[in-house]
């Protein structure tokens, strides 16, 4: 047949290398100071395992820690709480960034590479957005409560009254912030929805007129949220977060435990992590005390946006990498280094095929890459038939038609990709393509199709005695092929191999308009081959047939 078993292994070979090529220095650096590419970089690599606590280490004046003890005495005096802080919770301001120290510049196929890393590290399931994307088809239409937006040297970001809102949902939180929200990879819920759970230690020194530490005070110890939603209809992400309630710990000593330690402020700042692309952020930093973190939980936000005009490739594909800080900062406090949660990354898009329900625009979007994006079908559900086939065609494809010529089916077996089992890949993944922006892929799987099924079309002649037996009965049925005609890697592909089955149209139909919808719901871009290491930047996807 027409599949190339060596220009199979070929790509593989050339993926890895490119790959390894693209590792930046800093991340060669940090992977031999350790052998982990834990060290100190810009963007460093991660593990799923369990966090360990974020340090920083703050300066007190002793005139701030006089006031303070002070302060302490009378609030013990009079039975009363601490006051409340002075600073304003937030404000729209955002201060003047300050350069990094050692940042750098990212070139795209190693922000690209990153994306990959990031989702290797993923090991908790994806929810796919498509059952929710369904039922908005299906129920009543209603406005859309999206408000304008503003341009701000050439970041979109939301006005105020925002879709996502001020908050996170309460459902949404409860339902992402499970175990597996508290390693160094965060969790990514489904393509729109991030949450994490990062512990956060900070040690207080008295310091000299001078600025020299001179006496360690104590330490303090919580736990940091994060919860980060994509935006559907702009280039942009709401960074939510705060201190989780009841988590603070105090270590100063008895006394400085009840009266002083409380009282010092801590502000949480969402940000974009150094090395940049192209990023902007929004609003100033959060400030309250320790204590009213602790007992009156509020909820900080940040939007994180990029531009099209940045942006790569026919999509204006851009990622932005973020980060919350943490950190105690005024006059009289002194904070070296915050502290920051491991970096993460967003993906922007302005991709003019995607629309939401109802046909909605939703020509511009921001999607989490660390997703291991899956479509699931059902063998019981209105797509039976297909599901059916597509689960032969994954795991026993040497059954399935068409068959290979004699002589290569003695020495391979057909190699099929794209399978999902309970969440994770066991494949190599899918790329979508679309009929009329990758014509050509798109017709060439559609004629290999054709030749298979019912013998006919300009490849005809390779499937005689190896394609379809019995031929669909077209008043009834429809040929239904896997890998799908809408991917790179169907029917027409030279480096893998494909299945096809006489299925119900009823079926057929089914499974094409899940598919469809499938693609709008989760922000799956088309393959664009002229992004920079179009392997790695391409969205991938998977299929997981259930029962």
Same mark, same amino acid.
């Given at each position: 047949?027409?599949?190339?078993?060596?220009?199979?292994?070929?790509?593989?070979?050339?993926?890895?290398?490119?790959g390894l090529s693209l590792l930046?220095?800093?991340?060669?650096?940090?992977?031999?100071?350790?052998?982990?590419?834990?060290?100190?970089?810009?963007?460093?690599?991660?593990?799923?395992?369990?966090?360990?606590?974020?340090?920083?280490?703050?300066?007190?004046?002793?005139?701030?820690?006089?006031?303070?003890?002070?302060?302490?005495?009378?609030?013990?005096?009079?039975?009363?709480?601490?006051?409340?802080?002075?600073?304003?919770?937030?404000?729209?301001?955002?201060?003047?960034?300050?350069?990094?120290?050692?940042?750098?510049?990212?070139?795209?196929?190693?922000?690209?590479?990153?994306?990959?890393?990031?989702?290797? @590290?993923?090991?908790?399931?994806?929810? !796919?957005?498509?059952?929710?994307?369904?039922?908005?088809?299906?129920?009543?239409?209603?406005?859309?409560?999206?408000?304008?937006?503003?341009?701000?040297?050439?970041?979109?970001?939301?006005?105020?009254?925002?879709?996502?809102?001020?908050?996170?949902?309460?459902?949404?939180?409860?339902?992402?912030?499970?175990?597996?929200?508290?390693?160094?990879?965060?969790?990514?819920?489904?393509?729109?929805?991030?949450?994490?759970?990062?512990?956060?230690?900070?040690?207080?020194?008295?310091?000299?007129?001078?600025?020299?530490?001179?006496?360690?005070?104590?330490?303090?110890?919580?736990?940091?949220?994060?919860?980060?939603?994509?935006?559907?209809?702009?280039?942009?992400? @709401?960074?939510?977060?705060q201190i989780k309630q009841g988590?603070?710990?105090?270590?100063?000593?008895?006394?400085?435990?009840?009266?002083?330690?409380?009282?010092?402020?801590?502000?949480?700042?969402?940000?974009?992590?150094?090395?940049?692309?192209?990023?902007?952020?929004?609003?100033?930093?959060?400030?309250?005390?320790?204590?009213?973190?602790?007992?009156?939980?509020?909820?900080?936000?940040?939007?994180?946006?990029?531009?099209?005009?940045?942006?790569?490739?026919?999509?204006?594909?851009?990622?932005?990498?973020?980060?919350?800080?943490?950190?105690?900062?005024?006059?009289?406090?002194?904070?070296?280094?915050?502290?920051?949660?491991?970096?993460?990354?967003?993906?922007?898009? !302005?991709?003019?095929?995607?629309?939401?329900?109802?046909?909605?625009?939703?020509?511009?979007?921001?999607?989490?890459?660390?997703?291991?994006?899956?479509?699931?079908?059902?063998?019981?559900?209105?797509?039976?038939?297909?599901?059916?086939?597509?689960?032969?065609?994954?795991? @026993?494809?040497?059954?399935?038609?068409?068959?290979?010529?004699?002589?290569?089916?003695?020495?391979?077996?057909?190699?099929?990709?794209?399978?999902?089992?309970?969440?994770?890949?066991?494949?190599?993944?899918?790329?979508?393509?679309?009929?009329?922006?990758?014509?050509?892929?798109?017709?060439?799987?559609? &004629?290999?199709?054709?030749?298979?099924?019912?013998?006919?079309?300009?490849?005809?002649?390779?499937?005689?005695?190896?394609?379809?037996?019995?031929?669909? &009965?077209?008043?009834?049925?429809?040929?239904?092929?896997?890998?799908?005609? !809408?991917?790179?890697?169907?029917?027409?592909?030279a480096e893998w191999d494909f299945?096809?089955?006489?299925?119900?149209?009823?079926?057929?139909?089914?499974?094409?308009?899940?598919?469809?919808?499938?693609?709008?719901?989760?922000?799956?871009?088309?393959?664009?081959? !002229?992004?920079?290491?179009?392997?790695?930047?391409?969205?991938?996807?998977?299929?997981?047939?259930?029962?």
């Amino acid at each position: 047949m027409h599949r190339h078993r060596f220009a199979r292994i070929s790509r593989r070979a050339a993926v890895v290398a490119l790959g390894l090529s693209l590792l930046s220095p800093q991340f060669a650096v940090a992977a031999e100071q350790d052998g982990t590419g834990s060290a100190s970089s810009a963007l460093p690599a991660y593990s799923s395992h369990s966090l360990k606590p974020v340090k920083l280490e703050v300066g007190i004046s002793t005139a701030q820690l006089k006031k303070l003890r002070e302060r302490g005495k009378a609030a013990e005096r009079s039975g009363k709480p601490l006051p409340e802080p002075v600073i304003p919770f937030q404000t729209e301001r955002r201060p003047a960034a300050k350069p990094s120290k050692g940042a750098t510049t990212m070139t795209f196929a190693e922000a690209a590479e990153f994306m990959e890393r990031d989702v290797r @590290r993923r090991t908790a399931p994806m929810k !796919s957005t498509v059952d929710d994307y369904q039922r908005q088809q299906r129920g009543a239409r209603t406005p859309a409560t999206t408000t304008a937006t503003t341009a701000d040297g050439g970041f979109t970001t939301m006005a105020t009254g925002a879709t996502i809102g001020e908050t996170p949902s309460q459902a949404l939180y409860d339902t992402c912030m499970t175990d597996a929200a508290s390693s160094d990879g965060g969790r990514v819920y489904d393509r729109f929805t991030f949450c994490q759970r990062v512990p956060i230690t900070a040690d207080y020194w008295e310091k000299d007129a001078a600025g020299n530490p001179v006496d360690h005070l104590g330490t303090t110890t919580a736990t940091l949220e994060i919860v980060a939603q994509g935006i559907e209809d702009q280039r942009s992400m @709401r960074l939510f977060s705060q201190i989780k309630q009841g988590s603070v710990s105090y270590d100063w000593g008895w006394w400085d435990n009840i009266w002083t330690a409380p009282g010092v402020p801590l502000s949480l700042f969402g940000t974009c992590a150094p090395g940049q692309l192209d990023c902007g952020a929004s609003r100033s930093p959060a400030t309250l005390t320790w204590d009213n973190w602790n007992n009156n939980p509020s909820w900080a936000y940040w939007d994180i946006s990029n531009s099209a005009t940045a942006g790569y490739g026919r999509d204006k594909v851009l990622p932005s990498f973020w980060q919350v800080e943490y950190f105690t900062e005024s006059d009289d406090f002194s904070t070296e280094e915050p502290g920051t949660s491991p970096v993460q990354v967003i993906r922007c898009d !302005s991709a003019t095929y995607i629309s939401g329900p109802f046909g909605a625009d939703r020509s511009h979007g921001c999607v989490f890459p660390g997703a291991t994006p899956i479509l699931t079908y059902s063998l019981s559900g209105t797509e039976a038939a297909v599901a059916q086939h597509i689960l032969g065609a994954q795991t @026993r494809p040497e059954y399935t038609y068409p068959r290979l010529p004699a002589a290569e089916d003695a020495e391979r077996d057909k190699d099929i990709p794209g399978q999902a089992v309970g969440g994770q890949p066991v494949h190599y993944g899918l790329h979508r393509i679309h009929s009329t922006l990758n014509a050509e892929d798109y017709q060439k799987n559609r &004629d290999h199709k054709d030749g298979a099924c019912y013998g006919t079309g300009p490849y005809a002649a390779q499937y005689t005695g190896l394609g379809l037996d019995p031929r669909p &009965d077209t008043s009834t049925q429809q040929c239904d092929e896997y890998p799908f005609a !809408s991917t790179l890697e169907g029917a027409g592909s030279a480096e893998w191999d494909f299945s096809v089955q006489a299925v119900p149209i009823t079926d057929n139909a089914s499974a094409g308009g899940k598919l469809i919808a499938y693609y709008n719901a989760d922000r799956i871009l088309a393959w664009d081959a !002229s992004l920079p290491y179009p392997e790695g930047s391409n969205d991938r996807f998977w299929v997981e047939i259930v029962e």
